[in-house]
């Protein structure tokens, strides 16, 4: 059985005090809980300050974001090393706000990922459609071509996960259903089989995103292609979170 993995994205949230606090309040709810890995990625500045706020838990520290390029004149952006220098240990890679606000395209996503992973981090790599694009039937077409066009084999699976985060799901409350989006998670299982072959697509986490909250969480998770979740606005909430960890354990001892 795949582990179940929950990562909170932050986003643009928190100041020192508060994130101190959060995490105090995660590591509390959480102490007693096994069998699921759990990932929280505050903005970059805090990783640091929280890698010493973990330490000694089993709770690990992400990036939402890099460039790819090993240094040089790009004001305002952080290298692989950079975040590696601070102990995170994953980095979301393409998250919808990322293309959408920030215009990273395919192309760009697929040399992050490659950064990511040469420089020792594992990379998250999102995917997923507009409601538009959903209204058309093109959500497969789009997810296909984002997946295609950014991972190959010359990208370990062992360092990917992928995150399903319908854009239309995130930060607007509309959840897709559990059974919308186990349709999504086996058709992407499909194409990594395609790229990877069964056995690394199979062993690979494939993570739901899009206003998931500790009342949809169990219904979600429960799906055999739902191998855990991207959190946005309930990861800033400590009793938020840690029930959507639970209900991930829940799974793991239900199996
Ligand atoms: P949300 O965000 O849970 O607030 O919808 C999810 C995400 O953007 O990763």
Redesign the pocket.
């Known amino acids: 059985m795949r582990t179940p993995f929950i990562?909170g994205?932050w986003?643009m949230h928190k100041t020192l005090s508060e994130a101190r606090e959060l995490v105090e309040g995660i590591k509390e709810r959480t102490a007693s809980i096994w069998g699921v890995d759990i990932l929280l990625c505050p903005p970059v500045y805090l990783l640091f300050p929280m890698a010493k706020s973990v330490a000694g838990t089993n709770l690990m520290l992400g990036a939402q974001n890099v460039h790819d390029e090993p240094q040089g004149a790009f004001t305002g952006e952080h290298t692989v090393a950079m975040i590696a220098d601070t102990g995170a240990t994953h980095v979301?890679v393409g998250?919808?706000?990322r293309r959408h606000v920030f215009g990273e395209t395919n192309d760009w996503l697929a040399r992050k990922v490659r950064a990511v992973v040469a420089g020792g981090l594992e990379a998250i790599y999102?995917v997923g459609e507009t409601l538009d694009e959903r209204e058309s039937g093109k959500t497969q077409r789009i997810v296909d071509g984002q997946i295609t066009e950014a991972i190959g084999t010359d990208v370990d699976p062992k360092k990917l996960t992928i995150?399903y985060?319908p854009v239309w799901?995130?930060?607007?409350?509309k959840?897709a259903t559990p059974e919308q989006a186990q349709e999504v998670h086996a058709a992407i299982r499909a194409k990594l089989g395609s790229i990877y072959g069964l056995a690394a697509a199979d062993a690979t986490r494939i993570l739901y995103?899009?206003?998931?909250?500790p009342g949809n969480a169990p219904d979600l998770l429960a799906q055999p292609d739902i191998d855990g979740?991207?959190?946005?606005?309930?990861?800033l909430v400590a009793d938020d979170f840690a029930a959507i960890i639970a209900a991930a354990a829940e799974v793991v001892s239900a199996a």
């Open positions: 990562a994205n986003k979301i998250h919808s706000e999102c995150a985060e799901a995130i930060g607007t409350g959840t995103g899009g206003s998931v909250k979740a991207l959190v946005g606005g309930a990861c």
